[in-house]
């Protein structure tokens, strides 16, 4: 696989590795997403202090309001982290 590839089945593998724990195994329960977020983006969670940030995170991540995140709004928050931090290191080369 090509490293597109790869980084793709990756994130697949570590979404279904947490949403597979309790209820329905294509949504992330908050536990789990919180869960998720701690292990997976360890650095990123150093600057979370509160758990009201964690639920506001929830609940915008959560479009249809369902209380779960589905993948395709874990998608947008994995896209969204990863366009910000392009453009942290985009600016850090000047």
């Given amino acids: 696989m090509t490293d597109l590839e790869t980084s ?3 994130i697949i593998a570590v979404f279904q590795k947490y949403s597979e724990r309790e ?5 992330l329960k ?3 997403l919180r869960d998720l977020l ?3 983006l360890p ?3 150093a600057h979370v202090k509160d758990q009201a940030t ?3 995170l929830m609940e915008s991540l959560d479009t249809d309001g369902d209380a779960e995140c589905n993948f395709q709004e874990f998608m947008t928050f994995v896209s969204l982290v990863t366009v910000c931090c392009h453009e942290f290191f985009e600016h850090e080369d000047d």
């Fill in 23 to 27: 209820g329905d195994k294509h949504k």
């Fill in 43 to 45: 650095d990123l969670m």
């Fill in 38 to 40: 701690h292990d997976e």
């Fill in 30 to 32: 908050k536990s789990e």
């Fill in 8 to 10: 793709m089945a990756t």
């Fill in 54 to 56: 964690l639920d506001s």
